[in-house]
T-cell receptor, first 113, second 114 residues
Framework: EPEVTQTPSHQVTQMGQEVILRCVPI?????FYWYRQILGQKVEFLVS????????KSEIFDDQFSVERPDGSNFTLKIRSTKLEDSAMYFC???????????FGPGTRLLVL | DQQVKQNSPSLSVQEGRISILNCDYT??????FLWYKKYPAEGPTFLIS?????DKNEDGRFTVFLNKSAKHLSLHIVPSQPGDSAVYFC?????????????FGTGTRLKVLA
């Protein structure tokens, strides 16, 4: 069964450093998403991406964040200058259509020291 | 912003019995609801969904009920199995508004006792 994959599974970084989280969505899906879950809190929407542009973003997704689909398979989330409060589990998701179910990857646990 | 609420943080059920997980929402624009299951160190796994035009959807041991007037949905698992032990998240969205985002509840940890 096709699935969303994410790398790395864990990332530790120093405050102020840039990180890139990588995702490979399900191959025939057209819509891509990033969510995050701070420890003990809800899963929160960050951004959606369709047709090579951001289709929607939350207030969390500020200028420090960016997304890119550099080739036909990868979807990345970049945090330019990490802050302590960026420590969270980051989930990538994809869906075939906007109105269809989003399928989630296993997540990347980011720890900012 | 508590648009989706799961008021029970945990639930324990005997193997073979019914598990009922509840979810309440406040936004009347929500028209599509989903349940995800999450094991530790894994991503949310889709279980079942329901559109607001229906009041029930069934898939094997899983049934979701939607009560629009009460803004309430529930997930029934019958019979419960030890492998069902996980955190269950309710999520909602408003397809008609054109949004892409899902709003998640805080989750209910289900423990099925053998």
């Amino acid at each position: 069964e096709p699935e969303v994959t994410q790398t790395p599974s864990h990332q530790v970084t120093q405050m102020g450093q840039e990180v890139i989280l990588r995702c490979v969505p399900i191959s025939n899906h057209l819509y891509f998403y990033w969510y995050r879950q701070i420890l003990g809190q809800k899963v929160e929407f960050l951004v959606s991406f369709y047709n090579n542009e951001i289709s929607e973003k939350s207030e969390i997704f500020d200028d420090q964040f960016s997304v890119e689909r550099p080739d036909g398979s990868n979807f990345t989330l970049k945090i330019r200058s990490t802050k302590l409060e960026d420590s969270a589990m980051y989930f990538c998701a994809s869906s075939a259509l906007r109105v269809e179910t989003q399928y989630f990857g296993p997540g990347t646990r980011l720890l900012v020291l | 912003d508590q648009q989706v609420k799961q008021n029970s943080p945990s639930l324990s059920v005997q193997e073979g019995r019914i598990s009922i997980l509840n979810c309440d929402y406040t936004n009347s624009m929500f028209d599509y609801f989903l349940w995800y299951k999450k094991y530790p160190a894994e991503g949310p796994t889709f279980l079942i969904s329901i559109s607001s035009i229906k009041d029930k959807n069934e898939d094997g041991r899983f049934t979701v009920f939607l009560n629009k007037s009460a803004k309430h949905l529930s997930l029934h698992i019958v019979p419960s199995q030890p492998g069902d032990s996980a955190v269950y998240f309710c999520a909602a969205t408003s397809l008609i508004s054109g949004t892409y985002k899902y709003i998640f509840g805080t989750g209910t940890r289900l423990k099925v006792l053998a």
